[in-house]
C-alpha cells in the first residue's frame, strides 16, 4: 500500500512514544529521525501520554506539507522539520532462509 506521511514506525516503549523503524530514505530518515528517539510533540503540541493511534494521525498529512518533531535523544532536545511525501508500505516481508 501506499500513504502519506514521514516512513518512520511508532510504538509504545516504557510508556514513551518512540521511533522503531525507519523507511530508508524516507522524509524521517533524510531529515535526521533516529531509530529510539523518543517523540515529545507534535507541531508544538505534547506526544506525552498520546495513544500510538493519535500520534500517527497527527504525523500523517497531505503530500508536501511539513510537520515538527520535537523527540529527545542523548540528552538533547531537536526539533525536526519534515516534508510529507508518499510512502510505500510492503504488504508481504519475506527471507529465505538456508535449506
Known amino acids: 500500500g501506499t500513504l502519506v506521511g514521514i516512513g518512520a514506525t511508532l510504538s509504545l516503549r516504557e510508556s514513551k512514544l518512540t521511533i ?3 523507511v530508508p530514505d524516507g522524509p524521517a530518515a533524510r531529515g535526521g529521525l533516529r531509530v529510539g528517539d523518543v517523540l515529545l510533540a507534535i507541531d508544538g ?3 506525552l501520554h498520546m495513544p ?3 500520534a500517527t494521525r497527527r504525523i500523517r498529512g497531505d ?3 511539513e510537520v515538527v518533531l520535537k523527540v529527545s535523544r542523548d540528552g538533547a532536545e531537536p526539533e525536526l522539520r519534515l516534508r510529507r511525501a508518499p510512502i510505500v508500505v510492503d ?3 519475506y527471507e529465505v532462509l538456508a535449506g
Do not use: D, I
Open 45 to 47: 503540541e505534547s506526544a
Open 52 to 54: 500510538v493511534r493519535e
Open 20 to 22: 522503531v523503524e525507519l
Open 91 to 93: 504488504n508481504v516481508r
Open 63 to 65: 503530500e508536501g506539507t
